[in-house]
Nanobody, 121 residues
Framework: EIRLVESGGGLVQPGGSLRLSCAAS????????MGWVRQAPGKGLEWVSV????????IYADSVKGRFTISRDNAENTQALQMSSLKPEDTAVYYC??????????????WGQGTQVTVSS
């Protein structure tokens, strides 16, 4: 069974930092592209960042570029999203996602349950 379990969400003040983690199991983690998608209250899904299977190329949405950093540890089957300079508009449920096939171009076929991030003073 493929499982993606997020952790690290919470309440943080504007300008603060937070680190999300995702523990993966049930598949050969090192062979798949991974990423993060978020959904703000009352809004649609927004992809945040993608990282290739080997940890090489990374892509970021313009809204988070320069503030968020995606990373992965293929030995530990985990990925992380380091978020800094957080803004109230970053408030959302953040989902850990896996590509359907090995390449992200095949779509985001697997999702975690999500973790809430709230940025507020």
């Amino acid at each position: 069974e493929i499982r993606l379990v997020e952790s690290g969400g919470g309440l943080v003040q504007p300008g603060g930092s937070l680190r999300l983690s995702c523990a993966a199991s049930g598949f050969r983690f090192s062979q798949y592209d991974m990423g993060w998608v978020r959904q703000a209250p009352g809004k649609g899904l927004e992809w945040v960042s993608v990282i290739s299977s080997g940890g090489g190329p990374t892509i970021y949405a313009d809204s988070v570029k320069g503030r968020f950093t995606i990373s992965r540890d293929n030995a530990e089957n985990t990925q992380a999203l380091q978020m800094s300079s957080l803004k109230p508009e970053d408030t959302a449920v953040y989902y850990c996602v896996r590509s359907t096939g090995t390449d992200i171009a095949t779509g985001l076929g697997y999702w975690g349950q999500g973790t809430q991030v709230t940025v507020s003073s």
